[in-house]
């Protein structure tokens, strides 16, 4: 799996597809953003409209980092988000 890296706030993050589908598939993808190991470990999730390309990798690779950095303002904690393995 393609995997970018970002630097937020002093700290790296990992940026990586999710592959939860919606039923929105090839019209919204879902991004992963995850820095820490073990206990320290942070993930967050967000979903975007690619631009471009309709192919979840390539999306991810053509995001500038300006773009990724905003993906990553709009995103929300992992605790409720299916993508991270929440179940209802």
């Known amino acids: 799996m393609p995997t970018r890296q970002i630097r937020i706030d002093s700290r ?8 939860f ?7 919204e993808f879902g991004l992963i953003f995850v820095t820490g190991k073990g206990n320290d470990r942070e993930v967050r999730v967000t979903r975007y409209t690619p631009e471009r390309t309709r192919a979840r990798e390539q999306s991810l690779a053509e995001l500038g980092e300006a773009q990724l950095k905003a993906l990553f ?4 904690s992992s605790a409720r988000a299916p993508e991270a393995g929440y179940r209802p």
Do not use: C, F, K
Not at 12 to 19: L, R
Not at 21 to 27: A, H
Not at 73 to 76: A, E, F, K, W
């Open 21 to 27: 589908l919606t039923q929105s598939v090839g019209d």
């Open 12 to 19: 790296d993050w990992h940026v990586y597809p999710s592959g």
């Open 73 to 76: 303002r709009q995103s929300q």
